[in-house]
């Protein structure tokens, strides 16, 4: 097509406008402007929706009220905002018609910009909060997949009843009672490991070695056995023996019994510590290890499994705080070095200003270590404000996806009471 008559008629929706050639030249990027480069009727079709060749007429099926701030903006070269249309809505007009969001004048630039975050943070959090109550439903099929196998088994429903009695705190009254004697179980253990370790409740036999205390030993030998029923019930019960042994809350269960029977198998056959030298120690440490068993808890608490999951789904939050603290660390330390190494007050070297940077920088300050020059305190008191900032930056987003994790284990939890229930 020719444009010899300098004029383009334009229909929108029934609006029927007519633009000179000249005004379209001036922004060529445009859909409009691009008509002007069109030498055949398919690359018309291409931009507009139908093309009369006879009144030489462009058919566009588009909003025609917005259609007048097009208008404006050729004749200007500025764009308004339609109140009229949502700030997405708004959007995807200026982009059909090829006319960036730049071209907006700067009366209504700002709130344009305004509305466009508003809308995306009132978005974000609804799809969080949805996000946060609903479980998947890939969880929900696995349990009820779980569920299912029972139907198979010898005895099905009864050690169904059974696992989600153990499994389960919220499922019945008998769930209830056996969480709570559990957790009173693994406080006990605890407690007893503690009041082990103190003089007055140790023994010591004619060789000088330590012995447990004859009320604690029989309270730990009551523990373990619990355990031992507790672990190896679960595993019977199991609806998938092979996926018990790749659930962390299993593999806790497993790790706190497991010392027990190791320690107890190398005093059963190669005698006591004394006798054993370096295996002496590693008995030690297995014996040590009897403090995992606090990780049960989590087993009973929605917000320890919460925690664990926002500490796995957090990696990269946590990564980020420790690089910052690292490189806190290493440069303020470096600082407080070159300032306090002639005063002989503990920051002779600079590794062993690492200890005071971390202890500065995560804002303990145990004060056994402290600058005495000016420059030395003024090193310190940016140390102490850097950690601050630090430390707070991930907070939120930490605390964002403990919430969500939380909701989602309390739902997932309802969920199984709800198909068990059912069945």
């Not at 917005?66 to 208008?71: A, G, S």
């Not at 010392?259 to 440490?285: I, R």
């Not at 430390?391 to 199984?416: D, G, M, W």
Request: charged residues 20%; aromatic residues 12%; proline residues 4%.
């Amino acid at each position: 097509p020719s444009f010899e008559e300098d004029v383009i008629n334009i229909n929108v929706g029934g609006l029927r406008r007519r633009l000179s050639s000249s005004a379209l030249s001036k922004f060529p990027d445009t859909r409009l402007g691009r008509l002007l480069s069109c030498d055949s009727e398919e690359s018309i079709l291409q931009l507009c929706d139908d093309y009369d060749v006879s009144a030489r007429e462009f058919y566009f099926d588009r909003n025609p009220g917005f259609f007048l701030y097009v208008l404006h903006f050729y004749q200007t070269g500025k764009l308004h905002v339609m109140e009229e249309l949502c700030v997405f809505s708004f959007c995807q007009e200026i982009e059909y018609w090829g006319i960036n969001e730049f071209f907006l004048d700067s009366c209504c630039s700002y709130r344009y910009h305004e509305r466009k975050l508003e809308s995306r943070h009132h978005n974000w959090d609804e799809e969080s909060e949805v996000s946060s109550v609903d479980t998947s439903p890939d969880e929900i099929s696995d349990i009820n997949h779980d569920l299912l196998r029972y139907s198979t088994l010898r005895c099905g429903n009864v050690r169904k009843r059974l696992w989600l009695t153990m499994e389960n705190p919220g499922y019945s009254i008998p769930s209830k009672l056996f969480s709570f004697v559990s957790i009173s179980v693994v406080l006990v253990s605890i407690a007893t490991m503690c009041i082990h370790s103190m003089p007055e409740y140790q023994e010591e036999d004619e060789n000088g070695n330590v012995l447990d205390e004859p009320v604690l030993h029989k309270l730990e030998y009551f523990c373990i056995s619990w355990f031992t029923f507790e672990v190896s019930s679960r595993l019977l019960l199991s609806p998938n023996p092979r996926k018990f042994f790749t659930h962390p809350l299993n593999l806790i269960d497993i790790v706190s019994v497991l010392p027990f029977y190791f320690t107890l198998l190398v005093d059963v056959t190669m005698g006591s510590d004394s006798e054993l030298g370096n295996l002496g120690k590693v008995v030690q440490v297995f014996r040590l290890m009897r403090i995992f068993r606090v990780l049960k808890l989590a087993r009973h608490s929605t917000g320890l499994r919460s925690l664990g999951a926002t500490l796995k789904h957090s990696y990269r939050e946590v990564g980020i705080l420790l690089l910052y603290l690292a490189v806190g660390v290493s440069v303020f330390s470096g600082v407080a070095y070159t300032a306090e190494k002639e005063e002989d007050v503990g920051f002779d070297t600079i590794p062993a200003c690492w200890w005071w940077g971390t202890v500065s920088m995560t804002t303990v300050g145990y004060g056994d270590v402290v600058p005495v020059t000016v420059a030395g305190k003024l090193a310190a008191s940016g140390c102490i404000l850097g950690g601050i900032l630090v430390v707070a930056l991930p907070i939120t987003i930490i605390f964002n996806k403990f919430s969500h994790f939380y909701r989602k284990q309390k739902a997932l939890e309802a969920a199984v009471r709800n198909s068990g229930k059912k069945d």
